[in-house]
């Protein structure tokens, strides 16, 4: 078994790594680009990122992803699948 700080940090590597790709996922959604930049902006530019909505729609998103990925990776049935015995 694990310690438990072992089990910490892999928990938080998961998490962070799941986090990251959840975000790449939403950052596009929703996005309205200004038809008429003003000179100097970019034509690609969101006139609103809402990166706050963006960030906690990421963090409830992956929290729910970590903890079904956790279950699994903690059951018998993943145990027996790589040769670990229960």
């Known amino acids: 078994m694990p310690s438990v ?3 910490i940090i892999s928990d938080l590597a998961l998490y ?3 986090w990251w790709v959840v975000l790449f996922i939403t950052l596009p959604l929703n996005i309205q680009r200004d038809p008429a930049p003003k000179p100097g902006h970019d034509h690609g530019a969101p006139l609103k990122p809402e990166l706050k909505k ?3 729609i990421t963090t409830a998103i992956a929290f ?3 903890l079904l990925l956790r279950q699994y990776l903690n059951s018998e049935h993943f145990l027996k699948v790589i040769g670990y015995e229960v």
């Open 16 to 18: 962070f790594t799941i």
């Open 54 to 56: 963006k960030f906690l």
């Open 5 to 7: 700080i072992s089990q």
């Open 64 to 66: 729910v992803v970590w």
